[in-house]
């Protein structure tokens, strides 16, 4: 069944990082020939996988030759880099995350999630740096709510507002194109995107585009067979 991904190969990636056989950057610059027999090996195993995948060995080794000499001169041990900039000269530092919090791979709406970390947890594990080192944790979030792809949305309006929502707030995904689902904001999982990340501040985009609609509305309980849910499902 499709979960209604990008389909860039973000999963297997992330798949094969789990499974500990994945390539990484420092596998890449630091001793080629090294990195061309491991890459040979993995390129071998997922043929014997899918054997209708076709991969030109050589060729995709030649391109990310090519691509090492360029980053090369800009890859950096990133604990190290952190530490120096978190106690070094003072500076402000912003981390800026990608994906929503329901597409965490440990706290979202599972299975339509991506492969990594989205909430404030990855600031940690993605960047190396300690917890304590994280300062003030701004929220941002729609005054209407949108999802790319397939996935739970109870306040999905799949008719004309929805319609005039996408086309308004031009909501597209922004690696495929595709038309972004919308509908009214969700409160009950806005709070529990809160408890997951401890906003100190929110920051509500896009109110303009609700402007010409003559009600607004908001989703503030979940109801399973006519009983509130107290909590996100």
């Known amino acids: 069944q499709s979960l209604g991904t990008t389909k860039k190969g973000i999963g297997p990636v992330y798949s094969s990082k789990a499974a500990r056989s994945g390539l990484r950057m420092c596998d890449l610059v630091s001793d080629f020939d090294d990195f061309s027999e491991r890459f040979k090996v993995l390129a071998n195993q997922y043929k014997a996988i899918y054997p209708t995948l076709k991969i030109d060995i050589e060729g995709e080794l030649e391109k990310l030759k090519g691509y090492m000499e360029k980053v090369k001169p800009m890859v950096r041990d990133g604990v190290y880099f952190m530490y120096e900039a978190l106690h070094g000269p003072p500076k402000k530092i912003l981390v800026e995350g990608a994906n929503a919090a329901l597409l965490d791979i440990d706290f979202g709406t599972y299975p339509f999630v991506t492969s990594s970390n989205c ?64 509908g009214w904001l969700d409160l009950v999982s806005l709070r529990y995107v809160y408890m997951i990340n401890g906003f100190t501040a929110l920051a509500l985009t896009k109110l303009d585009i609700l402007d010409v609609f003559p009600e607004i509305k908001v989703g503030v309980a979940y109801k399973l067979d006519g009983e509130i849910i107290p909590h996100f499902p």
């Open 119 to 182: 909430t404030v947890g990855g600031v940690c594990t993605g960047l190396g740096m300690p917890p304590q080192n994280v300062g003030e944790v701004y929220g941002v979030v729609k005054a209407y709510t949108t999802r790319v792809g397939i996935g739970a949305f109870p306040t999905e309006q799949d008719n004309e507002i929805g319609e005039l929502l996408q086309q308004r707030g031009k909501e597209f995904g922004v690696t495929t194109g595709r038309k972004r689902r919308c």
